[in-house]
């Protein structure tokens, strides 16, 4: 289930730089008249929040964005007119608005990682394992919650893409990648000589994710900065618990194979991210179609994680 937070930099966090459908002619001159008409005046905001549906208002659209949406959705209709390519606007392909939700597709799947995490994970951990008999119960019921954590912000931001709602998922998406990859040295190191080394490094992870999540939030939301971050860290805990993976299977460890596809599962599903394709049916995108395929992993990592430590609480009996 945990490999794929490696393409977290692809996934809950879209880098918004300027896209080509900010620039249109047509959606530049849309924006600045609906903005004059509607937003610049009481009678115009008015007539705004009485056409206001109570979901777009939960949702907090105001008037400028209900203007970018609009004109969007008119460039793109001229588009198609024109046979001319879709393309992204502020860093989006355009999804249509349901209830007020900006991404539908993806906060659906979302939702779904969530419950997916939930039962396939905190439920079958409390159920299987049990405090102060089997080794590490508290690391794994701890990362369990924080990637629930992870995919509410995931929730959130795919439903409303806002400045604190895109902070919040960016920081709960690298808190993963920190979180499996400190599971990890933690795992390799457990009664070994070398625990204590294990302990200083998860320390060291620990305090420079503590430094990272200030950074972006009090510093400068840097989205550069975050993906290298994201980008090495993912690929140590790649690299680490594959390498572990392998090193087990070869001494016999045989349920080790299913910590081995996740990792493999994870990566034939980076296919979906990197085929990015104007949504179907307005809805569903690359990127909602890759996070429906992770809710599927989650069955395989918990039950590695149960096996593990049934593994561990038998070899040190």
Not at 243 to 251: G, H, I, P, Q, T
Not at 274 to 286: H, K, S
Request: aromatic residues 20%; proline residues 3%; hydrophobic residues 50%.
């Amino acid at each position: 289930m945990f490999i794929y937070y490696i393409l977290f930099y692809f996934s809950f966090n879209v880098l918004v730089f300027a896209s080509p459908g900010d620039n249109h002619y047509l959606y530049r001159a849309c924006l600045h008249h609906c903005k004059q008409i509607n937003c610049s005046t009481s009678l115009g905001l008015r007539d705004f929040q009485e056409k206001q549906t109570f979901f777009e208002y939960i949702f907090q659209w105001s008037c400028q964005d209900e203007c970018a949406y609009e004109c969007m959705w008119k460039t793109v209709d001229n588009m198609e007119h024109k046979d001319e390519p879709i393309v992204q606007f502020h860093g989006k392909w355009p999804f249509t608005r349901l209830l007020g939700i900006q991404e539908p597709a993806s906060t659906l799947f979302s939702v779904l990682n969530l419950l997916s995490n939930y039962i396939f994970g905190y439920r079958v951990l409390r159920r299987s394992l049990r405090y102060g008999v089997h080794p590490l119960y508290s690391m794994w019921i701890m990362f369990c919650l924080i990637s629930m954590n992870a995919w509410v912000w995931s929730t959130i931001f795919h439903a409303r893409d806002k400045p604190l709602t895109e902070k919040f998922d960016y920081i709960g998406a690298i808190s993963l990648v920190f979180a499996q990859f400190a599971c990890c040295i933690i795992r390799v190191g457990y009664r070994t000589k070398y625990m204590r080394l294990a302990k200083f490094a998860t320390l060291s992870i620990f305090s420079f994710f503590l430094y990272h999540t200030y950074y972006l939030l009090f510093i400068k939301m840097d989205f550069g900065y975050n993906m290298k971050v994201n980008i090495v860290t993912g690929l140590l805990n790649v690299i680490c618990w594959l390498l572990w993976s392998v090193v087990n299977f070869l001494a016999g460890k045989l349920y080790v194979w299913r910590c081995a596809l996740s990792v493999a599962l994870t990566m034939a599903f980076v296919a979906l991210e990197l085929a990015d394709f104007p949504p179907i049916f307005w809805l569903i995108d690359a990127h909602s179609l890759w996070h429906f395929s992770t809710m599927f992993l989650p069955i395989l990592w918990y039950r590695f994680i149960v096996d593990d430590s049934r593994y561990l609480l038998g070899y040190f009996n």
